[in-house]
C-alpha cells in the first residue's frame, strides 16, 4: 500500500500493527501469519527484514529472526516474501522494519525502490538515527516510501520535534530499554505520549513493550495512530511451533491473539 | 541534514559516525560532552597519569631485539605493553574510560569481552575504583577461555553469558549496548576498542595513544629521529590506533597494520576486514566489516581471540582507503611460527595478537613488504602466558 494510502487509513483512526519477521518460522509460514494477522484485526502490518545483529531488539524478536536466517532468508526472499503479503492483503498498510546495513549493502535508492515495488508503505531502520538517515531519507522521498523516526521516553521536547519534521510517522518507543513485554511503567508510557502528541504534527506510532488490549486502547486514547505489538507475536511463534504438523495450532493461536489484541473478540469493549 | 558530509558524527572521511538506535543517543551525548568537557581538565589528566603509574605500570620501556632482529633481517624495536598490568594494552582504555564514568557519576561498569582480557581488565579497574561490573562473553567464548572467566569473577565481575546469534564477541558486543539502553542512567558501557559509536573512536584513542607519544619520545631520545616503520596487529584496532596516532603527521614514517588471516585469505576463515572486508555498518560505525552479499555480518576466524572480529575501527578505514597506512594479513601458522620464533630469540612470550605483526616482520624480507634496511617499531602489544594452553594444545615442535 502506498504511503498516500497509509497516509489516508490513519486519518480514518487508528490502527493496531502487528508485528511478523519474515521468515519465521518459515518463508511460507511468515505470509501466511502476517494475512492471519491482518484477517483477524490487524489494522496495519509491521514486518521485520531477519538480521544477524539486531541491537535494538530483545529476545523474542532476536530469536524469530535468528529462525528466519537459520531457515535462509535473505535481503532479496525477504523482498519476495514482502511482495506476496502485499499482494494478499491490498488494504494492509506496511511498515519494515530493517536494519540498516541490510539497507546500505543493498544501496538506498535500489532498496527504497525495490521496497515500493514490492508494496511497503513505510520503513523504519531503527539503528540509523535522524543525523545520519539524510541518504537514506532522501532515496526514500524519490522512491515514494514512508520515512520513519524513532523516539524513546527520554527523547528531549525539541528533539522529538526534529524527529518529527524530519519523519512521515514517529515511533515512540514505550520503554527505555529493547523490544520485548513489559508489565510494569505502563502510566508512564500513556503520559509521554500524551505530551508528544502536544507538540508533533504526524501520527505518533507506539511500540516496544505492549502486549495487552488495554494498553492498546490507553495507547489510542493517548493519541497513538499506531500501536505495534511484536515480541508478544514472536512469543507464540516460539511456544507453538517446532514443526509442520504444529501450523494449524500456530494459526489459530495467531488469530486469536491477533483477534484479542484487535478488540474483536467480545471480551473488551473498545 | 544537507548532506554534504555523510556520515555526520564523529566521521573519518567515509567512516565512522553514529549508528545506533535513537534510544542510545542520550548515553553518547552524555560520553561525548564528557569527553570535551571532563577529559582535558588538568585535573582529570593528573588523576590519569597518576594511575597510570602507579597502577598500569607507564611508561613502559623500548626494547631493542638485536637475535629476532637478526633473523627478521631488520632493525626491530618493541614497544612493550605487554608488560603492562593484565598483560596487555588494554589497562590503558579502561583505566581511562573508568575514571571517566566515575567523574560522571556513573556507578555499574559493562563491557564486552572476546578472549577475556579486555573483561578482566575491565573487572580489574572496577574492584580498584569499588564499581559494578558486568562482562557479557558469549557462550562459546567461555567455554574457550575459561581461566579469564574465573579471574574476572575473582575482581567481583559478573560474567554474562551471551547465547544467541553466533555466541562470539560481535554478539557480546549487542548484548552490552542492549543493556546500556536500558541502564544508561547508572551505567557507563566500557568499550575495548577503538570501534563503536561516535565518540567511542576518538575516546579510546585518545587513551591508547599513550602508547605512541610515549614511544615517539624514546625512540627519539635514544637513537634519534624516527623510526621508518611502524607495526600494530589490527582486531578491533586499538593498540595500532593507539601507536600509529603520534605518527600520522610524520608522512616518511610508514604505518603498517597486521589483520588476522586465520586459515588464509583465499579461504573464508580469517578475519581481515580490512583486506577483505566491504564498507558497512557494525557495532554503531560505517566501516569495513565482513558480510555476505546482501548485508549479514559474517563470522571471523583467527587463533588469536583477540582478534576475531568482523569489523575494524572506523578511524583505520579512513587511514587505509588515505593510503597513510597499509594494512596486510598474517596467517594463523604464519603468527604461531613468529610466536615461536620471538620465544626462542628474545627470550619473550608474546600473545597470539601481536604475533601477527611479528609474522610480518619476519616474512618481509622475502615478501618486499617492508624496506630493506628499514628501522622498526613494533606494537608489542600482549604477553602470551593467556596462550600457551592453546599453544601446546596444537602439539607443535618447537
Redo the contacts between chains.
Keep these: 500500500m502506498s504511503l498516500p494510502a497509509l497516509q489516508a487509513a490513519l486519518r480514518r483512526g487508528p490502527s493496531f500493527s502487528p508485528f511478523v519477521v519474515l521468515g519465521d518460522p518459515t518463508p511460507e509460514l511468515s505470509v501466511t501469519l502476517a494475512r492471519t494477522a491482518a484477517e483477524n484485526g490487524g489494522d496495519m502490518l509491521e514486518i521485520g527484514f531477519p538480521?544477524?545483529?539486531?541491537?535494538?531488539d530483545?529476545?523474542a524478536v532476536?530469536?524469530a529472526g535468528?529462525r528466519s536466517?537459520a531457515g535462509g532468508t535473505?535481503?532479496?526472499s525477504a523482498l519476495r516474501l514482502l511482495g506476496r503479503i502485499a499482494a494478499a492483503c491490498p488494504e494492509t498498510p506496511l511498515n519494515l522494519l530493517v536494519y540498516?546495513?541490510?539497507?546500505?549493502?543493498?544501496g538506498w535508492d535500489r532498496f527504497a525502490g525495490e521496497a515500493v515495488a514490492a508494496g511497503a508503505s513505510s520503513l523504519l531502520t531503527?539503528?540509523?538515527?535522524?543525523?545520519?538517515?539524510?541518504?537514506l531519507?532522501?532515496a526514500s522521498e524519490r522512491a515514494g516510501l514512508g520515512h520513519v523516526?524513532?523516539?524513546?521516553p527520554?527523547?528531549p521536547r525539541q528533539r522529538l520535534q526534529r524527529?518529527a519534521e524530519?519523519a512521515d510517522f514517529v515511533y515512540l518507543?514505550g520503554?527505555?530499554?529493547?523490544t520485548g513485554v513489559r508489565s510494569a511503567g505502563f502510566q508512564a508510557m500513556a503520559d509521554r505520549l500524551r505530551e508528544a502528541r502536544e507538540q508533533v504534527g504526524v501520527p505518533l506510532c507506539l511500540g516496544f513493550g505492549l502486549s495487552r488490549r488495554e494498553q492498546i486502547t490507553a495507547a489510542f486514547a493517548a493519541g497513538a495512530s499506531i500501536a505495534v505489538v511484536g515480541s508478544h507475536f514472536a512469543r507464540i511463534v516460539e511456544r507453538i511451533f517446532r514443526g509442520p504438523e504444529d501450523e494449524e495450532r500456530l494459526l489459530a493461536a495467531y488469530a486469536a491473539a491477533a483477534r484479542r489484541l484487535a478488540g474483536r473478540d467480545g471480551s473488551t469493549k473498545n | 541534514?544537507?548532506?554534504e558530509s555523510?556520515?555526520?558524527?564523529g566521521a573519518f572521511g567515509e567512516f565512522g559516525?553514529?549508528?545506533?538506535?535513537?534510544?542510545l543517543?542520550?548515553a553518547l551525548e552524555e560520553l561525548e560532552a564528557a569527553r570535551r568537557d571532563i577529559v582535558p581538565t588538568p585535573d582529570f589528566q593528573q588523576e590519569l597519569d597518576r594511575e597510570a603509574a602507579q597502577w598500569v605500570g607507564r611508561p613502559t620501556p623500548l626494547t631493542a631485539a638485536p637475535r629476532f632482529s637478526r633473523r627478521a633481517g631488520l632493525e626491530v624495536v618493541f614497544k612493550r605493553e605487554d608488560l603492562l598490568h593484565g598483560g596487555a594494552h588494554k589497562a590503558n582504555n579502561v583505566l581511562g574510560q573508568a575514571l571517566l564514568a566515575r567523574a560522571m557519576g556513573k556507578t555499574r561498569l559493562i563491557a564486552e569481552t572476546g578472549a577475556g582480557q579486555h573483561g578482566a581488565a575491565t573487572a580489574m579497574i572496577a574492584a580498584r575504583f569499588g564499581m559494578e561490573a558486568v562482562i557479557y562473553m558469549g557462550e562459546r567464548d567461555m567455554e574457550r577461555q575459561a581461566p579469564n572467566v574465573k579471574r574476572m569473577e575473582l575482581c567481583g565481575a559478573r560474567v554474562v553469558p551471551v547465547a544467541?546469534?553466533?555466541r562470539t564477541l560481535?554478539?557480546a558486543i549487542?548484548e552490552a549496548?542492549?543493556d546500556w539502553?536500558?541502564s544508561?542512567g547508572t551505567t557507563h558501557y566500557l568499550l575495548g576498542t577503538a570501534a563503536g559509536p561516535h565518540p567511542f573512536p576518538r575516546l579510546v584513542r585518545d587513551f591508547q595513544a599513550v602508547i605512541g607519544r610515549e614511544a615517539k619520545a624514546q625512540w627519539e631520545a635514544r637513537f634519534g629521529g624516527l623510526p621508518d616503520v611502524v607495526v600494530a596487529c589490527v582486531g578491533g584496532g586499538s593498540n595500532a590506533i593507539g601507536i600509529f596516532h603520534a605518527f600520522l603527521g610524520e608522512a616518511e614514517v610508514g604505518l603498517i597494520g597486521v589483520e588476522p588471516g586465520g586459515d588464509g585469505l583465499e579461504t573464508d576463515r580469517h578475519g581481515a576486514t580490512l583486506v577483505r572486508g566491504t564498507?558497512?555498518?557494525?557495532?554503531?560505525a560505517?566501516t569495513m566489516?565482513l558480510?555476505d552479499?546482501?548485508?549479514?555480518?559474517l563470522e571471523p576466524h583467527s587463533i588469536s581471540a583477540g582478534l576475531d572480529y568482523p569489523g575494524v575501527g572506523p578511524e583505520h578505514a579512513h587511514l587505509q582507503a588515505t593510503g597513510r597506512a597499509r594494512y596486510v594479513a598474517a596467517t594463523d601458522d604464519e603468527a604461531l611460527a613468529a610466536f615461536e620464533a620471538l620465544s626462542e630469540s628474545e627470550g619473550i612470550v608474546p600473545a597470539f595478537e601481536p604475533s601477527h605483526a611479528l609474522a610480518l616482520v619476519l616474512r618481509a624480507r622475502e615478501t618486499g613488504e617492508i624496506a630493506e634496511g628499514a628501522r622498526v617499531l613494533l606494537n608489542l602489544c600482549g604477553r602470551g602466558d593467556k596462550d600457551l594452553d592453546t599453544y601446546f594444545a596444537l602439539g607443535r615442535q618447537a
Design positions: 538480521y544477524s545483529d539486531p541491537v535494538a530483545g529476545p532476536q530469536a535468528f536466517l535473505s535481503t532479496r540498516g546495513n541490510l539497507v546500505h549493502q543493498i531503527p539503528d540509523i538515527p535522524l543525523e545520519e538517515a539524510g541518504p531519507r532522501r523516526e524513532l523516539a524513546g527520554l527523547t524527529l524530519a518507543a520503554f527505555q530499554g529493547v | 541534514m544537507t548532506g555523510w556520515p555526520h558524527s559516525g553514529r549508528f545506533a538506535p535513537e534510544l543517543l542520550p544467541i546469534g553466533a560481535k554478539d549487542n549496548l542492549r539502553t536500558h544508561l564498507p558497512g555498518l557494525l557495532h554503531g560505517r566489516i558480510q552479499a546482501e548485508g549479514q555480518i
